[in-house]
């Protein structure tokens, strides 16, 4: 008898345990957007990469700071006589 209960004790815990805690909502995901990118050396080949809008803000604002920096750097160049 006293096993019995036991057995019914620990079956009902875990539903109880289940449905007693509160559900956590999980946080929103963001759209994923994707880009294709012609392979280089290949006529026909593409690649697909997709990341988040947040994520391709990052990337895009990062290329443009070290494209601006290129830029930067090659006009400096240019005009300092010295820096050849």
């Given at each position: ?32 957007s ?35 920096d ?15």
């Open positions: 008898m006293m096993m019995l209960a036991a057995v019914a004790v620990s079956v009902t815990l875990p539903a109880v345990a289940q449905t007693g805690a509160p559900s956590v909502a999980e946080p929103k995901k963001e759209k994923k994707c880009r294709r990118y012609t392979v280089t050396g290949s006529i026909v080949g593409t690649r697909a990469v997709c990341h988040t809008v947040s994520e391709w803000a990052a990337i895009d604002g990062a290329n443009s700071r070290n494209a601006q290129t830029l930067d750097d090659s006009r400096l160049r240019n005009s300092n006589p010295l820096a050849k």
